[in-house]
């Protein structure tokens, strides 16, 4: 979805080695934050209430949640659809 009104942003519980050598390797393009950040109070994952690994969650242009569970290809979908959405209400 380049040049598009979206933004992709990714939650990574692996160790933090771990995830640098994903990123690289997979030459991901989009931020990415550990789960469990050092100093951090809480992790990322109870503050989603995350109970399995992948978790998809889709916002709407009002941070309303439009999608959430583990279907990429549903969650692409709906992505897609507001997208469009919001190019039409312009």
């Given at each position: 979805?380049?040049d598009q009104?979206?933004?992709?942003?990714?939650?990574?519980?692996?160790?933090?080695?771990?995830?640098?050598?994903?990123?690289?390797d997979?030459?991901?393009?989009w931020?990415?934050?550990?789960?469990?950040?050092?100093?951090?109070?809480r992790?990322?994952?109870?503050?989603?209430?995350?109970?399995?690994?992948p978790?998809?969650?889709?916002?709407?242009?009002?941070?309303?949640?439009?999608?959430?569970?583990?279907?990429?290809?549903?969650?692409?979908?709906?992505?897609?659809?507001l997208?469009?959405?919001?190019?039409?209400?312009?």
């Amino acid at each position: 979805m380049k040049d598009q009104p979206f933004a992709l942003i990714g939650v990574n519980s692996d160790d933090l080695e771990r995830a640098k050598k994903a990123v690289a390797d997979n030459k991901l393009n989009w931020r990415s934050f550990q789960n469990e950040p050092s100093g951090a109070k809480r992790a990322i994952s109870a503050d989603w209430y995350v109970s399995g690994w992948p978790t998809i969650v889709v916002l709407d242009a009002e941070m309303k949640i439009r999608y959430r569970g583990h279907d990429g290809h549903e969650a692409s979908d709906i992505a897609k659809k507001l997208v469009a959405e919001m190019k039409a209400s312009k």
